[in-house]
C-alpha cells in the first residue's frame, strides 16, 4: 500500500460561519467547497492549502462523532487523512498487520472520496483516515 500525501487535516469547530473568520479573513484561505455528509453527521467546509487541505467539521447532530469530541476534548484537531492509491488495498493491508479499523469496508467521503477510519488506540492516539480520491 502507498500513502500518496496527507490529504486533509481534520478540525473539529462548533460553528463553521464564525470559524471561517478566522480561516478566511485572518489566514487567507479560500473555501474551495461545502457538504453536508449525513452518514457522518457532519457540514463541511475544504479549504486548499498548496497540496492538501483543511476540512472543518461542524456536528448535525448531538450524538455525531464530532459533537462527541467537542464534548470530551474541546474544539480542535480530530483527525488526519492521508491519500492512498487503494483503498481497498490499504485496509486489507492494515488488518493484516494487526492494525484496528473502525471501517472494514470503504465508505462515502466528502468530495465522493472512498474512506475509513482507523481506530486511535491502534495508532497511539491519532484518528488516522485513509482516503481514496481520483
Ligand atoms: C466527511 C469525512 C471526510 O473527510 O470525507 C470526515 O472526515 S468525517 C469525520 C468525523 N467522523 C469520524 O470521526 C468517524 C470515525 N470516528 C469514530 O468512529 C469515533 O469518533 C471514535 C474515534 C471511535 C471515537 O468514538 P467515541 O467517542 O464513541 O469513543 P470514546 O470516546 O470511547 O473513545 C475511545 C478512545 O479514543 C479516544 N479518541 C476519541 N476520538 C479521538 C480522536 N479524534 N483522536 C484521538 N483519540 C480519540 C478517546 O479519547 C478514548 O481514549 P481513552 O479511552 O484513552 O479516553
Ligand atoms: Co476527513
Do not use: C, W
Not at 463553521?16 to 480561516?23: Q, R
Not at 472543518?56 to 467537542?70: C, H, N, R, V, W
Amino acid at each position: 500500500m502507498k500513502v500518496l500525501k496527507v490529504d486533509h487535516i481534520g478540525i473539529a469547530v462548533k460553528n463553521l460561519d464564525e470559524t471561517l473568520k478566522f480561516y478566511t479573513d485572518a489566514l487567507g484561505l479560500e473555501v474551495e467547497g461545502t457538504e453536508t455528509v449525513e452518514e457522518q453527521k457532519v457540514k463541511v467546509a475544504f479549504l486548499p492549502v498548496g497540496d492538501t487541505e483543511v476540512e472543518l467539521l461542524e456536528s448535525t447532530s448531538p450524538d455525531g462523532p464530532i459533537a462527541k469530541f467537542i464534548e470530551k476534548k474541546g474544539e480542535g484537531i480530530q483527525h488526519i487523512a492521508f491519500k492512498v492509491e487503494n483503498i481497498e488495498e490499504a485496509i486489507k493491508h492494515m488488518k493484516e498487520k494487526g492494525f484496528r479499523m473502525i471501517d472494514e469496508k470503504p465508505r462515502y467521503g466528502a468530495g465522493g472520496a472512498q474512506i475509513a477510519f482507523m481506530h486511535p488506540k491502534s495508532s497511539h492516539g491519532v484518528l488516522v483516515e485513509l482516503s481514496e480520491r481520483k
